[in-house]
């Protein structure tokens, strides 16, 4: 194979592209858009955030808010869309999990953790490649 078709293949599969495309945000960046998907769920809800009885994740402008977070195996977790216009989807990829239906503004995904302990990539089905929408998760053991 032909180093162009190297590349070109590299890039089909996915292994080059969210390197190039991605935005890079500064982490104060990312910090501020976070703070505004807080405000538009308190908004939304009524609700902030911490106050829910499960963990819930934001999505909004192709980030997961927080980005890196834990949580035990059994854990359910909530994704909620806070974004006008765009549709998420949630994908444990390397861990072979389905990707989830999308999810619209102002709707929810929900699932419990069946993952075994460690750290997990988070994907967005369709902004992981293109736009960076990667979030980390830590599973720490069962819940008691």
Not at 120 to 141: D, F, K, S, Y
Request: aromatic fraction near 8%; charged fraction near 25%.
């Amino acid at each position: 194979m032909t180093p162009r078709l190297a590349l070109l293949a590299a890039c089909l599969a996915g292994t080059i592209a969210p390197a190039l495309a991605a935005p890079k945000l500064t982490d104060a960046e990312r910090a501020e858009i976070c703070a505004e998907a807080e405000a538009r769920y308190k908004e939304t809800t009524g609700r902030a955030v911490g106050d829910e009885p499960v963990k819930t994740i934001l999505t909004y402008k192709n980030l997961f808010c927080p980005m890196n977070f834990e949580v035990k195996a059994g854990d359910k977790l909530r994704f909620f869309n806070v974004d006008k216009r765009t549709s998420h989807s949630v994908w444990f990829r390397a861990a072979g999990k389905p990707e989830s239906e999308r999810f619209f503004p102002n709707e929810t995904y929900e699932t419990t953790v069946d993952l075994p302990e460690g750290d997990h990539e988070l994907l967005c089905g369709p902004h992981w490649a293109n736009e960076g929408m990667i979030g980390r998760v830590t599973v720490q053991g069962a819940k008691p």
